[in-house]
């Protein structure tokens, strides 16, 4: 019987999934461009693509670039968001109800919408960061323009991410902090504890799952990210110098139409990706398998 | 006393702050969509249009092609959620009610998926689809969707059906119902609420899609709304009009928000494996 009920969705995973995979590494063998795609017909070269994506430059700073950008924002995301979980427990209960319905608008913002957003903000001509901070006194940030270093670029980047990530990784830690219980923490206070031992040996214990999936998540979205870089920094101004991983398989394999070595790249990519999920499905199988 | 009331004090100016900080980006969309020409063109912002104007609206819900790539992207959502909703609801029932050998794997393969990063599909995917004929055309498009929609939709309704207890169904199976009698009125109704969210998610993924749409839909008179939307920046030349873009923007943000509010929970619950109880 569960086989039955399961056989729809093996079926079409094998078929829309399944293939694909097994054509990506078809296709990492083989020369593959635009003429054998209008063939339909590759020509087996053994791991020549993976060779000479190996022997590439770009692809080794395009990786190690790919995951300090990563480790960045994940950084960032996770420490401002345990910050914000914290404050929720802190603020009267009018704030906190603003506070997380602002957060929820935030994360329900579509991320294309917020490129948008973004890219108005921060425009050299008219955009309102330059205002804000040329009013701030942070210098004169008449017409500056934020997108002409890869450093700026992947840094409003980065700020865009977080921005968007935040609300996930605070509302989750919120609910978490929620479970921790009051009586143990004022015990403690009341024992005299430091609030930061409290924190440490009370709240900690009960959050650590979470912040442990949340943390592996941000991992895993931040280092495929490509819709966000691509359209923020705009597709005329990717240059080998500002690529990040999604962006360097874009560019590689469908942009040049050099299908053959993009699979290959792509293969990289979810093998670094499957290196890094393990956390995350081991503790998801964990508790998939147990209830 | 007096200390710890100043000190909440000093945490709600904090916690106001930083809602301003968030919020104001979206502020700024929805400020921008009301506010002429010249306002939005200045160096020196105006934060509240005082005479608010709907003429970007209007530009934006007349500008060629709007009203095609949301009948598109609706055509993309109901296919796409009418198929995997049967499909994934099947398989969360036996993933929740049965143990069964390679049940472990099923779940690792429903996990795994969910967390390959969809650019590294697009090689194989657009060379697939160009094969078969489907890119360039809507069917392309719901392929790929459907199967990134439905590893989420397993899961989810998986959350809902563990929650019903046992006794339920066994009670209805002594009242002589047979096991599908005893589904139908028993577990349907409950996990009605769950079909609903799964739904929604589904609606809210290919909405808000880009990789794919951009790569598998060509012409302007096939693509999904969000491609209409960074065409929009694409095909100004010159001066942008900002105006019209945040009206377009807010435009596309409001159907997403509003059902995003229906499920916020639910994702949250998902994606965490209920170790969070929302």
């Known amino acids: 019987m569960p086989f039955l009920l399961i056989l729809p969705v093996v079926a079409v995973m094998g078929a829309i999934l399944g293939y694909p995979i097994y054509y990506l590494i078809r296709l990492s063998l083989q020369q593959y461009g635009l003429d054998e795609l209008l063939a339909h017909h590759g020509k087996y070269v053994g791991l020549d693509n993976f060779s000479s994506v190996l022997h590439d430059p770009i692809f080794w700073h395009t990786l190690v670039r790919s995951l300090i950008f990563t480790a960045a924002n994940v950084g960032l995301t996770m420490v401002l968001g345990t910050l914000i979980a914290l404050l929720l427990v802190r603020l009267s209960t009018w704030v906190r109800l603003l506070l997380t319905a602002g957060l929820v608008l935030v994360w329900a913002m579509p991320p294309v919408v917020a490129v948008q957003v973004w890219s108005w903000m921060t425009n050299s001509d008219n955009g309102v960061l330059n205002y804000v901070l040329t009013e701030l006194h942070f210098g004169n940030f008449f017409q500056h323009d934020w997108y002409t270093t890869p450093f700026w670029q992947l840094t409003m980047v980065t700020s865009l991410i977080v921005w968007e990530g935040l609300p996930f990784v605070a509302i989750t830690l919120y609910a978490a902090l929620s479970q921790v219980p009051h009586e143990l923490v004022e015990a403690a206070e009341i024992d005299g504890a430091r609030s930061w031992r409290v924190f440490k040996d009370v709240t900690m214990p009960v959050i650590t799952p979470v912040l442990l999936i949340l943390t592996s998540l941000s991992i895993l979205w931040d280092f495929g990210v490509f819709t966000q870089p691509f359209l923020l920094i705009g597709a005329g101004h990717l240059i080998p110098s500002n690529y990040l991983m999604g962006i360097y398989v874009y560019e590689k394999g469908y942009a040049l139409t050099d299908f053959g070595v993009g699979a290959a790249i792509s293969i990289l990519m979810l093998g670094i990706v499957a290196i890094l999920s393990i956390v995350y499905v081991r503790r998801m199988l964990k508790v998939g398998v147990e209830e | ?278």
């Not at chain 2, 010249?38 to 005479?51: A, E, G, I, K, L």
């Not at chain 2, 010159?238 to 059902?259: N, Q, R």
Request: hydrophobic content about 60%.
């Open chain 2, 1 to 278: 006393m007096n200390r710890r009331l100043s000190r909440k004090l000093g945490w709600n100016v904090v916690g106001l702050l930083v809602f301003v900080f968030m919020v104001f980006p979206v502020f700024w969309m929805v400020s921008t969509a009301f506010k002429t020409e010249d306002q939005s063109n200045s160096f020196n912002p105006t934060w509240v249009p005082s005479h608010p104007t709907l003429a970007h609206f209007r530009a934006a819900l007349h500008r060629q092609y709007f009203w095609t790539d949301v009948k598109n992207t609706m055509i993309i959502v109901l296919v796409t959620v009418g198929i995997s909703l049967v499909a994934a609801f099947l398989a969360a029932l036996a993933l929740a009610k049965y143990r069964f050998a390679g049940r472990a794997m099923f779940i690792v393969l429903v996990i795994g998926i969910q967390m390959l990063p969809p650019i590294g599909l697009v090689i194989p995917l657009y060379v697939l689809l160009g094969r078969y004929g489907q890119v360039n055309t809507l069917t392309g498009v719901i392929l790929v969707y459907f199967t990134f929609a439905l590893p989420f939709a397993v899961w989810v309704l998986r959350g809902f059906l563990i929650g019903i207890p046992k006794e339920l169904e066994e009670a209805a199976m002594v009242d002589g119902s047979t096991r599908l009698g005893a589904f139908l009125r028993i577990l349907l109704p409950l996990v009605a609420p769950g079909l609903v969210a799964t739904s929604i998610f589904a609606f809210i993924t290919v909405w808000n899609e880009y990789i794919f749409a951009s790569i598998i839909l060509h012409d302007n008179s096939k693509q999904t709304i969000t491609l209409w939307l960074t065409n929009f920046l694409g095909g100004s030349i010159g001066g942008v009009d900002w105006g019209a873009v945040m009206a377009a923007s807010t435009l596309i943000a409001i159907p997403v928000i509003i059902f995003f509010l229906l499920v916020q929970r639910r994702i949250a619950f998902g994606l965490t494996a209920g170790a969070v109880k929302a």
